[in-house]
């Protein structure tokens, strides 16, 4: 089967988070973000405008960002903490196991790359991957309502790869591949 030009990718099958070096490299592993309900992303850019003789004459822009949004029902603490920085713990031994996330006031929160996939109607599957993500905005969850799951949800900027200036890709893979393989 030959790789169709046209992508037609359907649903959210996965999502992973990877912490990032401000060099670039990972420094930890890939953490699922599990049951994963969305991942959007949209390209933006600010521009300035050189007005003359009561006209536009040119714009310039400052650099592309992309805003991105991500949606997860439950969540791990170790995705959690590649969100919001923080440390987990694991102590003791079955059937005690107590694993604790914590959060100081100096814990900044770090960069991650973030990598969805779909299924393709048209054949393969398609990754969608922001390079050097922030939850510079909000991270909240409705943890404990009656009746509901858990929702985790996040949102902020990916700025482009300080090692080549990318900044996302999407992929379109003729064989599916899992998410970390597809780059």
């Excluded at 923080?86 to 991650?112: E, H, M, W």
């Excluded at 909240?140 to 799951?149: A, I, L, N, P, V």
Aim: contains cysteine; charged residues 20%.
């Amino acid at each position: 089967m030959a790789l169709p030009a046209v992508a037609l990718p359907y649903g959210l099958r996965d999502v992973h988070l990877t912490p990032v070096a401000f060099d670039g490299s990972s420094p930890g592993a890939a953490v699922d973000l599990p049951y994963a309900r969305t991942f959007t992303f949209s390209d933006e850019e600010d521009f300035e405008v050189l007005r003359g003789d009561d006209s536009e004459v040119a714009s310039h822009g400052n650099g592309a960002t992309v805003k991105w949004e991500l949606e997860a029902g439950g969540i791990s603490l170790e995705a959690y903490a590649v969100l919001a920085g923080g440390t987990v713990t694991t102590t003791g031994t079955t059937p005690n196991i107590k694993k604790t996330y914590r959060k100081l006031g100096t814990d900044q929160r770090p960069s991650f790359r973030a990598e969805g996939i779909a299924i393709s109607e048209s054949g393969g599957d398609m990754h969608g991957v922001v390079y050097n993500c922030k939850a510079d905005d909000k991270l909240q969850g409705t943890t404990m309502e009656d009746g509901s799951f858990s929702l985790i949800s996040a949102s902020g900027a990916g700025r482009k790869r300080t090692s080549d200036g990318a900044l996302y890709d999407f992929i379109q893979n003729e064989t599916a591949v899992l998410t970390q393989q597809a780059t």
